[in-house]
């Protein structure tokens, strides 16, 4: 026999119970929140470094002195494994995800709340390992976030290949399995949890999205656990999976016969749904905060869905578009070439749609509608480039150059976070209670989004020209010493962007304190999360359950008395 | 399961215009019909939910064996250049399996499922009896005589003992996990392998202390029921490993 809900409506007591180990669903996506928010500074000042060794080569920094190349190199991967891992998969699944995907679907927490506390302590563990390997003999690794072999698979490769490249390893591995008891933990929750009449069709678009990524990182993570095993015992245990035979400094390994394309098709098996996984919550958030600054239904509502769906399934059949240059045969490099422009059909079918719900809606511009549209706009010139790139003849010249830097960093580095952005500023007034302010807000968003194009735009021109990609120093090179006022201008646009970013941060933490009050539904929004008191009572809705009507996006319904009808609203004959 | 949880309304969270509420629980879909939303889910509700956990967590050991087997496949396929021959060769090697050890173990493996299924069976029974059994004067006879998880764990931890003597083995006759990519494979696989069934042994551990320190029935049985059916696949998955180190050489 089951116990009354309101038994169940206390929180723990306790310091510890309550804020450090919790298992409340909302305590531990503010704990990945925090997380991601001091990663993404970590990785900012990481990249602050790298612009100004590019174009400052020689210039002495107070405390850090001279970056050498191969210090170039070690930011490098570390700012590219910390934001694609710490803060781009983080923030919008386990900081976001967590905290409102079991509000939307009308639960009370999780599935299973000590594996969710557990898989947030993995992850801290894992970033800690992380930052461990910048204090280690040698340093922080060289490979990129890629690891491609062999010189990740070889310690004797380079300084940082040392202890630092194990610790590197060792951490990616610790987050995968994070990311699977985290996906299961999704999975289950939302097959199993959804309240009365919430059907998979009347989920809001951003439970759908982190369903899917979950999907996306049950598959891809194991696969990248499995690699990186691989990985650590031909380091450490003399095994040939990756190596071939090489010589390091005139010395001839004992490693014999390994193929570093085999680390190549585990690693993009796994890094090409990783990209998505870092994109599609963003793109969830940015259906929700459309539809509901528009005051209009998500235009296409299931075509969303299903184009969300194959999204997630063609993402598993592209991976070699990554390796065109590897020297794969023309007919699968054919293969996924096609494979991967038939990306582009799911993701114009969401660009149109998204642009179809704001299309004669009576549009309120605030500062998470700005970032939504942000995000619309650095989706479509970010992923415009990608079609370009998915060609093998065209690839050959763009492969390895700043036009896929370019590409990835518009659509994967900054769509994402303006997806993260949106989600804050949308969702704050529910997490804590109070009201951003809007001005300040305002003022970051332009900032932002001018800087950030200011940076990334020009890469693609860089790429087009032949600038190559991780090379730390272009004022030795004939051909590139032309290109670097372009490089210098993109720094400046970086000193303006990262300083722009305080602004957010100063909004965050004055606002979580000082904001004025937030009511219930400020936003006039309809998904669950806003029939629920502010900041929501630790079992969610207060020993109700809550019974669901409703679609999801049901905004300026005729004959309705407002202009939208929340999700638990009653039934009526005017809606299904 | 036909009971719900009654829930008590706490009027007006938020908005109003609540609609009156209908007992508590349930999907869309008619699966969530017991309780599956209250604060505390009844048993019926929270062993679905183990076990749909349980199908989650399997489909990732799944792809990380899929990984590893198409690693093996990969690495087993490709030439290397031999500078003695001046020509492309294959390196793969050749491991000496001992066979018989490994035979022996998979019977035990297998015998350790049987026996789990009956241990799963005995958890579910008193469960179901256990209501029954708390109406004072009730009195339905010894029914946990037969140590079924007991055994099971025994058998578990003897199929580990003798993959710890099957490596020994294969030490012995020289080969270790970097003499050629054949044996790496081999270690890999089945140390992979051990690692998960150990996973296994654990929760039958705690499964087992859980009624020494008399946890409710029901706890127990859940962890008995996804044990069994993790157990099971790893029976499955070991026949797998076992018949791709064998006949894929
Ligand atoms: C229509 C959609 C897309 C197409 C056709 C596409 C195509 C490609 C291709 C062909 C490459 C390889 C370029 C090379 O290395 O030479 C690439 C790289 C990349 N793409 Fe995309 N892409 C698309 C969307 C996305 C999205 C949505 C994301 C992330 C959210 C993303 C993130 C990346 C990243 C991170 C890399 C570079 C990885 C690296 O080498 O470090 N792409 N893309
Ligand atoms: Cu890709």
Redesign the interface.
């Known amino acids: 026999m089951a116990t009354p809900a309101s038994v169940h409506a206390h929180a723990p007591q306790g310091f510890i119970r309550r804020y450090i180990f919790s298992l409340d669903h909302k305590v531990i996506g503010l704990q990945y929140f925090f997380l991601a928010l001091t990663a993404v500074f970590v990785g900012m000042f990481l990249s602050l470094l790298m612009r100004i060794h590019l174009i400052w080569p020689t210039a002495v920094l107070p405390l850090i002195g001279t970056i050498q190349p191969e210090t170039y190199l070690s930011l490098l991967t570390m700012h590219g494994t910390i934001m694609v891992f710490f803060v781009l998969t983080t923030a919008p699944q386990g900081g976001f995800g967590n905290y409102f995907l079991p509000i939307q679907i009308g639960a009370p927490d999780m599935a299973f709340p000590v594996l969710n506390m557990l898989s947030f302590w993995t992850t801290f563990v894992g970033f800690v390992v992380i930052i461990c390997a910048f204090f280690v003999t040698g340093g922080a690794p060289l490979h990129g976030w890629t690891g491609y072999a062999p010189l990740s698979a070889l310690p004797s490769a380079g300084p940082g290949e040392q202890l630092g490249a194990d610790l590197w390893i060792t951490s990616i591995a610790i987050f995968c399995i994070a990311s699977l008891m985290g996906a299961l933990n999704f999975l289950t929750t939302t097959l199993d949890m959804r309240a009365k009449g919430m059907t998979l069709m009347r989920m809001p678009l951003t439970v759908w999205s982190w369903f899917i990524t979950a999907i996306l990182g049950l598959l891809a993570f194991g696969v990248l656990l499995s690699a990186g095993i691989l990985l650590l015992m031909d380091r450490n245990l003399g095994t040939s999976f990756y190596v071939p035979l090489v010589v390091v400094n005139g010395v001839v390994l004992g490693h014999k016969g390994g193929s570093p394309l085999l680390w190549q098709h585990l690693f993009w098996f796994f890094g090409h749904p990783e990209v998505y996984i870092a994109i599609l919550p963003g793109m969830g958030v940015t259906s929700q905060i459309l539809s509901t600054f528009s005051r209009k239904p998500i235009f296409g509502y299931r075509a969303m869905v299903y184009a969300m769906l194959s999204i997630g399934f063609l993402g598993f059949m592209v991976w070699g578009h990554h390796m065109f240059m590897s020297g794969m045969s023309p007919y699968s490099a054919f293969a996924f070439s096609i494979l991967t422009m038939c990306i582009g059909v799911p993701s114009a079918i969401k660009t149109f749609n998204w642009l179809g719900t704001m299309y004669k809606g009576r549009i309120r511009f605030q500062t998470p509608m700005l970032y939504a549209i942000g995000f619309v706009s650095l989706f479509v010139s970010g992923g415009l480039s990608g079609p370009f790139l998915a060609q093998p003849v065209l690839d050959i010249q763009l492969h390895d150059t700043y036009f896929v830097v370019g590409h990835f960093h518009l659509i994967m580095g900054v769509a994402a976070i303006f997806g993260i952005f949106a989600a804050t500023y949308y969702w704050f007034p529910k997490m804590f209670g109070r009201m951003m302010n809007e001005t300040l807000g305002k003022l970051h968003f332009f900032i932002t989004l001018a800087g950030t194009y200011a940076i990334f735009m020009p890469m693609h021109y860089l790429g087009m020209a032949g600038q190559t990609r991780r090379y730390s120093q272009f004022t030795e090179v004939a051909y590139q010493t032309k290109l670097i006022p372009l490089q210098t201008f993109m720094t400046y646009a970086a000193f303006v962007t990262i300083a722009a970013q305080f602004i957010f941060v100063i909004n965050l933490f004055w606002s979580m304190f000082k904001g004025p009050k937030a009511s219930d539904n400020p936003w006039e929004a309809t998904t669950l999360e806003w029939t629920t008191a502010t900041p929501p009572p630790h079992d969610n809705f207060g020993g109700v359950t809550p019974v669901v009507n409703h679609g999801p996006y049901e905004y300026g319904v005729p004959g309705a008395a407002r202009d939208y009808v929340m999700q638990t609203d009653p039934a009526t004959a005017a809606t299904h | 399961m036909a ?1 719900y ?6 009027d007006h ?3 109003g ?3 009156p ?2 007992p ?6 008619g ?2 019909g017991d ?8 048993y019926g ?1 929270r062993l ?2 183990a076990r ?2 349980l199908i ?2 399997l ?6 064996f899929i ?2 087997t198409s ?1 093996r496949i ?2 087993r396929g ?1 030439p ?2 031999d500078g003695a021959s001046n020509s492309y060769v294959r ?1 793969w090697g050749r491991v000496d399996l001992p066979w018989l050890l490994l035979a022996i173990n998979t019977a035990v493996l297998l015998v350790s499922s049987v026996t789990m299924e009956f241990a799963r069976r005995q958890a579910a029974r008193e469960a179901a009896l256990a209501p029954v059994k708390s109406i004072p004067g009730v009195s339905l006879g010894d029914e946990r005589s037969f140590p079924w998880l007991g055994i099971t764990v025994f058998l578990g931890i003897s199929f580990l003992a003798g993959q710890w003597l099957a490596w020994g083995e294969l030490h012995a006759r020289g080969f270790f ?2 003499t050629n ?1 054949n044996s ?1 494979f081999v270690f ?1 696989l089945t140390i ?1 392998h051990a690692v998960h069934l150990c996973g296994g042994v654990i929760a039958l551990l705690w499964a087992a202390s859980a009624s020494l320190l008399r946890k409710p029935v029901e706890a127990r049985r859940i962890v008995v029921d996804i044990t069994a059916w993790y157990w099971h696949f790893m029976a499955v998955l070991w026949v797998y490993v076992f018949a791709l180190l064998g006949f894929a050489r």
């Open positions: 009971t949880t009654p829930s008590t309304p706490i969270i938020g908005h215009h609540k609609p509420m209908p508590a629980g349930g999907g869309d879909d699966r969530g309780g599956a939303n209250s604060g505390a889910p009844n509700a679905r939910r749909l956990g989650c967590g489909a990732t050991v799944c792809m990380v990984s590893l690693a990969v690495r490709l290397t250049f390196d996990v970097d990519p790496s890999l992979a």
